[in-house]
């Protein structure tokens, strides 16, 4: 099965700056890679997802990028604002392809202080 | 409001008992999957129904099991309550959008097992 390795664990930044958040995975065969935001309280949030025929897409200040060959991909949050505080889990399928259950990283615990 | 909805909010019960969680999937989606959330383990994958069936499993333990009704709700069980059985579960569904199977959580059960 998958395997996801995410970082850093906490990320602090000011408002206003760049966050970025690294995830590598194992298996060759997956071809989705989901963003998931969780804040305190409240169930992961869809944010934006890629697939492996791009390799980056972006929705405002959200950007996730995908490097196949390397195995990994990130997500890159432009212009932080105190309302982007929250933890975010990248994912990729379990069993390669783009169905089933996710692999979850480990979480990033994203700070912006304004 | 990801469409997803879980019941209820927050269990609190002792250990060796028997609880019971509801989720209704989104509106036509046939896919429901049960995640754990604990401090420790992130967010693990429990078990996947499409359609009634049973499609995958992760790491559940022999005490929980699961069943996905006609009308496609899904009902966690969970049974000889441990202590470290404390945690976040969380349903989601899916339905197939283009290219991929996108996940939608609900807001979860929080369980408390003292």
């Known amino acids: 099965g998958e395997n996801v390795e995410q970082h850093p664990s906490t990320l602090s930044v000011q408002e206003g700056d760049s966050a970025v958040i690294k995830c590598t995975y194992s298996?060759?065969?997956?071809?989705?890679f989901p963003w998931y935001k969780q804040e305190l309280g409240k169930g992961p949030q869809l944010i934006i997802d890629?697939?492996?025929?791009?390799g980056e897409k972006k929705d405002q200040r959200i950007a996730v990028t995908l490097n196949k060959t390397a195995k990994h991909f990130s997500l890159h949050i432009t212009e932080t604002q105190p309302e982007d505080s929250a933890v975010y889990f990248c994912?990729?399928?379990?069993?390669?392809?783009?169905?089933?259950?996710?692999?979850f990283g480990k979480g990033t615990k994203l700070s912006v202080k304004p | 409001d990801s469409g997803v909805t879980q019941t209820p909010k927050h269990l609190i019960t002792a250990t060796g008992q028997r609880v019971t969680l509801r989720c209704s999937p989104r509106?036509?989606?046939?896919?429901v999957y049960w995640y754990q959330q604990s401090l420790d383990q992130g967010l693990q994958f429990l078990i996947q129904?499409?359609?009634?069936?049973?499609?995958a499993k992760g790491n559940i333990l022999e005490r929980f099991s699961a069943q996905q009704f006609p009308d496609l709700h899904s009902e966690l069980n969970l049974s000889s309550l441990e202590l470290g059985d404390s945690a976040l579960y969380f349903c989601?569904?899916?339905?197939?959008?283009?290219?991929?199977?996108?996940?939608?959580f609900g807001p979860g059960t929080r369980l408390t097992v003292l």
């Open positions: 509106s036509g989606d046939l896919s």
């Open positions: 890629i697939r492996s025929n791009v």
């Open positions: 994912a990729a399928p379990n069993y390669g392809g783009s169905q089933g259950n996710l692999i």
């Open positions: 129904y499409y359609n009634g069936e049973e499609r």
């Open positions: 989601a569904s899916s339905a197939r959008t283009s290219g991929g199977w996108e996940q939608f």
């Open positions: 298996d060759s065969a997956s071809n989705y």
